[in-house]
């Protein structure tokens, strides 16, 4: 039983870090579309909140 939840276990660790690993990759490259974006289009291109605010200034999220 205890092999069985250590196998368990390996295996949730690596698949979390494989989807975080996905995660923060689509993050940088959102942002850095959206900082091509503002290059090409100046001020036209509206603001973005969740990517123009830090999310977490006070303890809640915006």
């Known amino acids: ?4 939840i250590d196998k368990t276990r390996r295996f949730m660790i690596k698949a979390w870090a494989k989807r975080e690993a996905q ?5 940088e490259s959102t942002a850095g579309m ?4 503002r290059g ?3 001020q036209a ?3 973005i909140g969740t990517i123009d605010e830090p999310p977490m ?3 809640r999220a915006t």
């Open 1 to 4: 039983m205890r092999d069985d």
């Open 23 to 27: 995660v923060n990759m689509m993050i």
């Open 34 to 37: 959206v900082g091509d974006l």
């Open 40 to 42: 090409i289009m100046g």
């Open 45 to 47: 291109m509206p603001e």
């Open 57 to 59: 200034l006070d303890g």
